[in-house]
């Protein structure tokens, strides 16, 4: 499979420039056709909450979100490997600011957190949404090793590296910070091993820092996702095994399994946005929320019934020193974390 970031980062992109940069001129005086659809960026004005979303060309879930957020007041900073992906609602609309992120360069991530700095001007960012991902189709036995370690990079080291930037802003606004991860880090299901292992492993990690960023008054949410349309399927138009794969005889069926012709139930992309944008903005849950098609079915199935998450959080951090940090409330104290099904 061939690496998507790489193939697919515009030279804009790839220079880390930013939207809201005065658009760059030709030696006709013309902007540059690449950028022409970039929307001025606006400032956020002082009583609009902030959000900034990874992933959100137009179609995909980053997107719907953007929106979702956009119509409840916030000032969004929608962003995206490739700016002119956005498009759609978005790029017009004022209060959303649109950046360059590749969530595997840092430099971006540097760059869209000291914008977002400097412009909440010390009041920090409310919601950050870690929604960019990489879907990953492939037998393991066939899986090219280099492309496993790229989807390691954006699907579980990237969500790290941007929440590390945007740490101060988030802790200034004691503000909630949410991963999307899968129903697929469930369940077995053949050919997305390593996708699915990452999400899994995503969710982890975002339970530890649910923990660890809980004295500094941050609410943690991963976004535990099934079925929903979005772009995530339309990459596999190529797919295909590779030469000798033990798989061969069934690579028609597999190809139409990857561009999702199967059983599951995909719910529309802004009804799933809607529901967990109320659910962001309530902080009402902490840690898990299922969401999607088939959400509450796997958990009924995968998810013992009857765990104290209290209880655990107590226990895992016990003797840990958390309690000492922050404002001197202990971990049991500070906010029961909840588990919810949506839909
Ligand atoms: N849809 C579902 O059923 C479902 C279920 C469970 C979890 N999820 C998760 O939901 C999130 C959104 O996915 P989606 O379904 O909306 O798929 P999508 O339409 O393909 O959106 C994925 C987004 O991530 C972006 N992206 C990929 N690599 C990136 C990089 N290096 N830097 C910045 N952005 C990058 C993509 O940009 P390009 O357009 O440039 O590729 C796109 O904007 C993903 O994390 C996915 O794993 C989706």
Redesign the pocket.
């Known amino acids: 499979m061939a690496d ?2 790489q193939q ?2 515009p030279a804009a992109a790839a220079g880390g420039k930013f939207l809201g940069d005065p658009p760059p001129t030709d030696s006709r005086g013309e902007h540059d056709s690449e950028k022409s659809s970039n929307a001025p960026q606006v400032e956020p004005s002082d009583a609009k909450p902030t959000v900034l979303i ?4 137009e ?4 997107a719907a979100l953007a929106l979702q957020f956009w119509e409840r007041g916030y000032h969004v900073y929608a ?4 700016v002119g ?1 956005i498009g759609g609602p978005l790029s017009g609309l004022s209060d959303v600011s649109l950046l360059t ?4 360069k840092p430099e971006h991530i540097r760059e869209a957190a000291a914008v977002v700095e400097r412009q909440t001007d010390g009041r920090g960012l409310d919601v950050l949404v870690n ?5 990953h189709f492939m037998p393991l036995l066939d899986d090219d090793l280099d492309d496993v370690r790229n989807t390691i990079e ?2 579980y080291v ?1 969500p790290l590296a941007v929440t590390q930037a945007f740490a101060p802003s988030l802790i200034k606004a004691k503000g909630v910070s949410v991963y ?5 880090g469930y369940l077995n299901i053949p050919y997305v091993g390593i ?1 699915a292992g990452l ?1 899994r492993a995503t969710e982890i990690m975002a339970e530890t820092l649910r923990l660890e960023m809980q004295p500094f008054g941050v609410d943690v949410m991963e976004l535990v ?8 399927q ?2 596999y138009d190529d797919w295909r095994l590779p030469e000798g794969s033990r798989y061969k005889r069934i690579e028609p069926l597999i190809k139409k399994v990857a561009q999702g012709h199967d059983e599951w139930a ?1 719910m529309d ?1 802004m009804e799933y946005a809607a529901g967990v944008v109320e659910e962001i903005i309530s902080r009402r849950t902490k840690g898990r929320l299922w969401c ?2 088939g959400a509450d079915m796997t958990k009924g199935a995968m998810v013992p019934a009857g765990w104290d998450q209290d209880a655990m959080d107590a226990m895992a951090a016990q003797g840990q020193g958390l309690d000492l940090l922050g404002k001197g409330a202990g971990v049991e104290e500070q906010g029961k974390a909840e588990y919810r099904i949506l839909g």
């Open positions: 998507e970031v697919s980062a990874t992933g959100c060309s179609g995909g879930i980053g962003t995206a490997r490739d992906k992120l590749d969530v595997t929604n960019a991902g990489k879907a954006v699907n990237a999307l991860t899968s129903l697929a996708y999400k996702t099934g079925g929903v349309q979005s772009n995530g339309k990459h995909r992309t999607g098609g």
